[in-house]
């Protein structure tokens, strides 16, 4: 099985700042690697998948790059809105999702 | 628009079987699969099982191998899943969500979330 790992668990941030997210595979999963948004008391939300794809809807502050085994979401400008957990997600192997990185208010 | 609306809340006994439905609207039902994905509370997601509407067939993560059935009723547009043997583990929001794009497994959109509760 496949194994990712994210980093940090926890990201303490301002609105209007730069937010970078890791997710790193415990084996290459090419460019099938997915990142989804969950805020509380919802379904997750799928933001980016093969790496650098924005899902339909979603807006371009929200960018994905990596390949192989170490992948990053980038969201340029925090919203009030972005502030939730979010799962990268492989789907080379079965599939399997990441523990999680919550971003929340400093 | 795209829904899939799960049906609501359940709270079983340990040992006892739950089945949950999946009603899918505005797309074609047999173009997409349909995944079971679960969250215990405060936890993260995890892959259950796909099944592919069309011809039924089915895949499971071993972790759920004997205990977990996938089905679906082309005639209501309707996916099941049938969790048997149920422990406190199984505690969790289960969602059901549909493959983005054709031929393309990444999950969306997904259905609301039904909660399961095993408690004596």
């Known amino acids: 099985e496949i194994v990712l790992t994210q980093s940090p668990a926890t990201l303490s941030l301002s609105p209007g700042e730069r937010a970078t997210l890791s997710c790193r595979a415990s084996?290459?999963?090419?460019?099938?690697l997915a990142w989804y948004q969950q805020k509380p008391g919802q379904a997750p939300r799928l933001l980016i998948y093969?790496?650098?794809n924005r899902a339909t809807g979603i807006p371009a502050r929200f960018s994905g790059s990596g390949s192989g085994t170490d992948f990053t979401l980038t969201i340029s400008r925090l919203e009030p809105e972005d502030f939730a957990v979010y799962y990268c997600?492989?789907?080379?192997?079965?599939?399997?999702f990441g523990p999680g990185t919550k971003v929340d208010h400093k | 628009q795209v829904q899939l609306v799960q049906s609501g809340a359940e709270v079983k006994k340990p040992g006892a079987s739950v089945k949950v439905s999946c009603k899918a609207s505005?797309?074609?039902?047999?173009?997409?699969?349909i995944h079971w994905v679960r969250q215990a509370p405060g936890q993260g997601l995890e892959w259950m099982g796909i099944?592919?509407?069309?011809?039924?067939?089915?895949s499971y993560a071993q972790k759920f191998q004997g205990r977990v059935s996938m089905t679906r009723d082309t005639s209501t547009r309707t996916v099941y899943m049938e969790l048997s043997s149920l422990r406190s583990e199984d505690t969790a929001v289960y969602y059901c969500?549909?493959?983005?794009?054709?031929?393309?497994?990444?999950?969306?959109?997904w259905g609301q979330g039904t909660l399961v509760t095993v408690s004596s």
């Open positions: 969500t549909r493959d983005y794009d054709l031929e393309d497994n990444w999950f969306d959109p």
């Open positions: 505005g797309y074609t039902f047999t173009d997409y699969f």
């Open positions: 099944i592919n509407p069309s011809g039924g067939t089915t």
């Open positions: 084996q290459s999963v090419s460019r099938y």
């Open positions: 093969d790496v650098s």
């Open positions: 997600q492989q789907r080379s192997d079965l599939f399997t």
